[in-house]
């Protein structure tokens, strides 16, 4: 794992695991700086929110080739309405530096391990074809 911004830890459980906690600062750089990133956008009083907890934090253990990020929407309110947050849990994955999912709402486990496997399918040069033709339609 490349993780250069620092790591701190998730404070959303009883069990502590190593996350990004990502904010204005360091987003950018985690994002451009790993292949694969999970974005988990919180707040410590949102029940779905810590429901959704161990299933990320089994997922990080499981997948630590991956970088699994936090943004507490608390105490990172630009961050989250820069990317138009406006649900918590929500979850956003980065390949290459292309965002390639956004959605809202709790995953179980096995919907998380689903989108992962898949993530991890995708032809990044197909994806990238295809930014570029929508951005020249823009």
């Not at 009083?45 to 991956?66: G, I, N, Q, T």
């Not at 918590?88 to 390639?100: S, Y």
Request: glycine share 6%; net charge negative; proline share 4%.
């Amino acid at each position: 794992m490349n993780v250069e911004p620092g790591t701190s830890i998730d404070k959303r459980k009883e069990t502590y695991v190593a996350t990004v906690e990502l904010t204005n600062t360091n987003f950018q750089d985690t994002v451009q700086k790993n292949g694969t990133v999970l974005v988990d956008f919180w707040a410590s009083w949102c029940p779905p929110c810590r429901m959704f907890a161990p299933v990320y934090e089994a997922a990080s253990e499981k997948h630590d080739d991956l970088v699994f990020g936090s943004v507490n929407t608390e105490e990172q309110q630009e961050l989250a309405a820069g990317f138009g947050i406006s649900s918590i849990p929500t979850l956003m994955v980065f390949r290459d530096n292309i965002l390639i999912y956004q959605q809202a709402g709790a995953l179980p486990e096995k919907s998380l391990e689903t989108l992962i496997g898949k993530v991890r399918e995708l032809d990044m040069d197909k994806v990238r074809a295809e930014v570029a033709k929508q951005e020249a339609h823009a």
